[in-house]
């Protein structure tokens, strides 16, 4: 065989194979960032869903008419919280003060975070992300209304941690496949 032939054919393998793989990286770095991008958003919604449910739940509605913390409400907050594998479920008054928390020593005292006063002043619903006593998290607003008027808020938190464990799961499969 001639050597000029052969190391043409070599640089044009060499050439296809690195075209290849650097196709196949660039597909699968895109594919992991919608991979992450989706993960994200589920785990919004589902924070955002749970907030949702609270709002409208008759036992946290009364619990803000009385305003007092409710040990039936605290339960069931924390069996959704644990059920669901969230980091914090806090029913708060419209001036912040919580009446739920999964440290009871924090039940009473103000909700911390900056990002609190959106649904507080004008009952927005939203996530955003903060770091409040129980470390950094993506949070969920919405705010409770009884009738027409907004009478509390609640918080839903999910570890940002939580969320970087499932983002890194949620992409191993795709780094695997395109290894």
């Keep these: 065989m001639n050597p000029t032939k052969w190391r043409f054919q070599y640089r044009m393998m060499l050439i296809t194979s690195l075209l290849l793989l650097v196709t196949l990286l660039l597909a699968g770095l895109l594919i992991a960032q919608?991979?992450?991008?989706?993960?994200?958003?589920?785990?919004?919604?589902?924070?955002?869903?749970?907030?949702?449910?609270?709002?409208v739940n008759p036992l946290v509605i009364s619990a803000l008419v009385s305003d007092e913390p409710n040990t039936e409400l605290s339960e069931i907050a924390a069996r959704l919280r644990e059920d669901n594998d969230l980091l914090y479920i806090v029913i708060m008054d419209m001036d912040g003060i919580r009446l739920t928390?999964?440290?009871?020593?924090?039940?009473?005292?103000?909700?911390?975070?900056?990002?609190?006063?959106?649904?507080?002043?004008?009952?927005?619903?939203?996530?955003?992300?903060?770091?409040?006593?129980?470390?950094?998290s993506m949070r969920a607003f919405h705010?409770?209304?009884?009738?027409?008027?907004?009478?509390?808020?609640?918080?839903?938190?999910?570890?940002?941690?939580?969320?970087?464990?499932?983002?890194?799961?949620?992409?191993?499969?795709?780094?695997?496949?395109?290894?």
């Design 34 to 55: 919608s991979q992450a991008n989706q993960t994200r958003e589920s785990l919004e919604q589902q924070a955002m869903l749970s907030a949702t449910h609270l709002a």
């Design 143 to 179: 705010p409770v209304m009884n009738g027409e008027n907004q009478i509390g808020a609640i918080s839903v938190g999910i570890s940002t941690q939580r969320i970087e464990d499932s983002i890194f799961q949620s992409q191993q499969i795709v780094f695997i496949a395109t290894g």
């Design 101 to 136: 928390h999964p440290t009871a020593e924090q039940v009473g005292e103000r909700f911390v975070g900056d990002d609190v006063h959106a649904v507080l002043a004008n009952g927005d619903r939203y996530t955003s992300e903060e770091v409040g006593t129980l470390g950094p």
